[in-house]
């Protein structure tokens, strides 16, 4: 594990575990499993298979004023690395009763393998159960300059049961990289206040510019817990 990577860790377990007479907050904690890793719409280590399931979670740590730091974890293989650690620290506020604007910026670390860390700002808006989120890539030769737009919503079907929709569209800065649009359709249940399962068909167009089958469509499943 490199330098930076201890650092982050460092300053993020000091910072959750200092005392914070001045900057009350809550912490909220997840951690779930899914059968198959995929980011907007992207099988995560390129193999052309529909099941290799992953461990996820991570905590949250809101303060009263509106400043909130995170950490986000997924097992699987990018390159050399068997871990995602996300950190992540922004600003959150309801502009009216029912719209809230969030913005910040989120580091992706992968130890032992230093090559595909990169950063991305991003700002979002959220409309009762409808979200709009847009990123910006940080690192040179990595990310940089790409454009990353991503719409969800939420709408129920019955009492504890959502019908879960998500659309996104990428642009590469690189020349040479086309365009995606990436897309999920699925199901929401919530087994109690805690426990949510779900199942939902994840995946992109322009498949074919890829020749591992990372962009094919798949059921993706999984269940997670908020404490």
């Given amino acids: 594990m490199n330098t930076r990577v201890l650092l982050a860790a460092a300053l993020a377990a000091s910072v959750l575990a200092a005392p914070l007479p001045s900057f009350a907050g809550s912490a909220d904690f997840n951690l779930g ?3 198959l890793y995929k980011d907007r719409g992207v099988d995560q280590d390129g193999r052309n298979d529909s099941l290799r399931p992953a461990i996820q979670g991570g905590v949250d740590y ?3 004023s509106g400043f909130y730091v995170g950490n986000w974890n997924s097992t699987g293989r990018f390159g050399n690395a068997d871990l995602e650690v996300d950190a992540k620290g922004g600003y959150r506020t309801q502009l009216t009763g029912n719209l809230g604007l969030d913005a910040g910026y989120i580091h992706y ?10 950063g991305e700002v991003y700002a979002g808006l959220q409309y009762q159960r409808l979200g709009l989120k847009v990123y910006r890539g940080m690192r040179e030769d ?3 300059n790409d454009m990353y737009y991503r719409a969800d919503y939420a709408h129920p079907l019955m009492d504890r049961l959502d019908l ?5 569209y990428q642009t590469y800065d690189a020349s040479g990289l086309r365009n995606k649009l990436d897309y999920s359709v699925g199901l929401g249940y919530a087994l109690g206040k805690h426990l949510t399962l779900s199942g939902a068909v994840v995946g992109a167009n322009r498949r074919h510019d890829v020749d591992d089958g990372s962009r094919d469509p798949r059921l993706v499943v999984g269940a997670g817990a908020r404490f």
């Fill in 164 to 168: 879960t929709l998500g659309a996104g």
């Fill in 142 to 144: 990595v990310n940089k």
């Fill in 62 to 64: 809101a303060f009263d």
């Fill in 109 to 118: 670390f992968y130890p032992g393998e230093g090559s595909r860390n990169a």
């Fill in 33 to 35: 499993a899914v059968s």
